[in-house]
């Protein structure tokens, strides 16, 4: 299992380039790389990881919600491997909502995202699956889809009233 020291940070270039389609789904290496981004999201309290975020420049990440210290409210799913995925369609209502990330510790936004969104993408079994997601799951899918393209949370914060320190949003979510 990676450690929380292993998970690439701001600043380090892996997570500002454009992911690699993933060509070999069945590989030991993709494989392996899914059950090294369950087990470390689920050891460090994240509700997604996605690949560059362990150094893997693939377009592959995992949702694995479920309440916990970070995200206290967040809805319980199974986890789930997300590969080569896209958004295929948008809702017109857009909701700011909380997010971090735990390659930029420390940080927490109100991050504007799109209510719903319908999306394609293969499962660890290859799989072609469309699903319509909205709430805090759409949201997950839209954070981490970024993270495959070189972008991070920060990025979308629409003004610096929106950018929050990890202890400031304790307060105010416990308040
Ligand atoms: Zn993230």
């Not at 997570?15 to 460090?44: F, K, W, Y």
Request: hydrophobic residues 40%; aromatic residues 8%.
């Amino acid at each position: 299992m990676a450690q929380l020291n292993t998970i690439a940070r701001s600043g380090d270039p892996i997570l500002r380039i454009i992911a690699a389609e993933v060509t070999n789904i069945s590989d030991d290496e993709i494989q392996n790389l899914i059950d090294t981004l369950i087990d470390t999201a689920t050891a460090v309290d994240g509700v997604g990881m996605a690949a560059p975020q362990l150094s893997h420049s693939y377009r592959l990440f995992v949702m694995a919600s479920r309440p916990n210290s970070r995200y206290p409210y967040a809805p319980t799913m199974e986890p789930t491997a997300v590969i080569n995925p896209r958004i295929l369609s948008y809702s017109k209502e857009i909701v700011k909502d909380w997010e971090g990330c735990l390659s930029v510790p420390g940080i927490r936004g109100k991050v504007p995202r799109y209510d719903r969104i319908e999306v394609e993408y293969c499962d660890r079994n290859g799989n072609l699956v469309n699903q319509e997601l909205s709430g805090f799951i759409a949201r997950i899918f839209q954070h981490e889809l970024d993270h495959l393209d070189g972008i991070l949370f920060t990025d979308r914060l629409e003004s610096d009233l929106d950018r929050f320190t990890e202890a400031e949003y304790q307060a105010l979510i416990s308040g």
